[in-house]
């Protein structure tokens, strides 16, 4: 049985609303924990998109779809985990140059 197929253009055009969003969070002075999670969550949303709808995932077994999904699982927990140390690292890449 094959699904659909997918409309690249729509999901393209979804990625980069995604993307300007984003980059509009990051302008917005929130706390940095609630910006670095927004922005991770966006892009967790962005990555199963291009996953999904490119990478040809949904047609995989469901082994092959655990051994994606696992480890991405296990980076967003490690990600949430470090939120408080990336909240207060203050760099400063001109003087690092």
């Not at 300007?20 to 991770?40: D, K, R, T, W, Y």
């Not at 969550?41 to 082994?63: C, D, H, R, T």
Request: aromatic letters at 8%.
């Amino acid at each position: 049985m094959n699904p659909a197929p997918a409309n690249h253009s729509m999901v393209f055009s979804l990625l980069v609303v995604l993307a300007l969003i984003a980059v509009g969070i990051s302008q917005i002075h929130l706390s940095p924990v609630m910006n670095n999670l927004l922005v991770f969550a966006i892009a967790f949303v962005m990555a199963g998109l291009v996953v999904s709808q490119y990478m040809g995932l949904k047609i995989e077994g469901p082994l092959v779809v655990w051994l994606f999904v696992i480890p991405i699982v296990l980076f967003a927990i490690m990600v949430v985990l470090m939120m408080p140390d990336i909240g207060h690292v203050k760099v400063d890449f001109l003087k690092a140059l």
